[in-house]
């Protein structure tokens, strides 16, 4: 997969490297920005209210009051 | 060569995987703490502009005047329930001034200080407690009672991860103060029990007077103006909670300065 990739980008050497920076620093604002907070609320983390509803279905208690 | 292929694949797989995981550990450490201590910080901020940009000592006096009539209601009321205490003034006069400004969903209306935390941990309390809001500081849960008011204020914070606000909960003993303020008033509060641990369908914790389904932990018997603050437990899970209560001491004017609790 990172061979392909690699093999794919254009340039010389350098050029490639740049790129590839560039790419994981995307990558890794993505994931910061939009995945992870996303994903973080279904780890138990979050559920520090005390309520009925979150008890049972804590994943997809409406309003996140979990 | 194409066992090759298939091998170098599931490798890369099994580390890009391992990245990810290790990025999600350092999301949750760090980044989550960065970002709720910049956001809790700017709602500090914002609340201390507010404050300063309308200050509402002025108009006490014509609120007094207008809270007048249920605050005489509000004290035979304590007659009645055989309670006294300093929690005077300056509470009835918020709770006269509560129709008029009610909690903005999402909005931070006051600041809260627990000494025991640490001398210079202060959160800002918003109104709700939705994933978004607990992000930013504490959430006011929106159908308990409103600060200094009569009944039950109760809020929620992280434990963990968000600036790990209620990291040290376990801590608080009974005598600790909980200070906080609207920018009006200073109210403070005391802990009147060590943390209660209880399962996370335990509403009663929230009632005017807190109703635990443990009855042998009720922390009071009679109405009164109370404070109810809860986390989650274990440290990291989210099977149980703890819960902390306290009863309103004393509330003092913002003009004349911050209480005795926050500069012991």
């Given at each position: 997969m990172y061979g392909w990739i690699w093999r794919h980008l254009p340039g010389n050497v350098w050029v490639r490297i740049l790129i590839s920076t560039?790419?994981?620093v995307g990558v890794v604002f993505l994931l910061f920005q939009y995945v992870f907070p996303w994903a973080e609320p279904m780890l138990p983390f979050n559920d520090v209210t005390v309520d009925g509803a979150a008890a049972p279905a804590a994943g997809t208690a409406p309003g996140g009051l979990v | 060569m194409a066992l090759r292929a298939v091998v170098r694949g599931l490798s890369e797989l099994c580390i890009t995987a391992g990245i990810l995981i290790v990025l999600f550990v350092v999301h949750l450490l760090y980044w989550t703490g960065l970002r709720a201590d910049s956001a809790s910080d700017n709602e500090i901020d914002r609340l201390h502009e507010r404050w300063a940009a309308a200050p509402r000592d002025g108009s006490a006096a014509a609120d007094e005047g207008r809270a007048g009539a249920p605050s005489r209601r509000e004290r035979e009321q304590r007659g009645r329930d055989g309670e006294t205490g300093p929690a005077g003034g300056a509470g009835e006069r918020r709770a006269g001034?509560?129709?008029?400004?009610?909690y903005r969903d999402g909005r931070s209306f006051a600041v809260m200080y627990i000494p025991r935390f640490?001398?210079?941990?202060?959160k800002p309390v918003l109104e709700s407690t939705g994933e978004q809001t607990l992000r930013r500081g504490l959430g006011h849960y929106t159908r308990t009672a409103r600060l200094g008011g009569k009944g039950n204020f109760a809020?929620?914070?992280?434990?963990?991860?968000y600036g790990?606000?209620?990291k040290d909960f376990p801590r608080l003993r009974p005598g600790?103060?909980?200070?906080l303020t609207d920018g009006d008033t200073?109210?403070?509060?005391?802990i009147v029990k060590r943390p209660y641990r209880t399962l996370p369908g335990d509403t009663g914790v929230l009632d005017a007077v807190p109703a635990p389904v443990n009855k042998a932990a009720a922390p009071f018997t009679g109405p009164g103006r109370y404070l109810t603050l809860t986390t989650c437990d274990p440290e990291w899970g989210s099977s149980h909670r703890l819960i902390a209560w306290g009863r309103l001491d004393a509330t003092r004017p913002a003009s004349e300065g911050s209480p005795g609790a926050l500069t012991r």
């Open positions: 560039v790419l994981v | 001034r509560a129709q008029q400004q009610p640490g001398r210079d941990w202060s809020v929620a914070g992280h434990r963990r991860t790990d606000p209620f600790d103060p909980v200070v200073w109210y403070t509060y005391t």
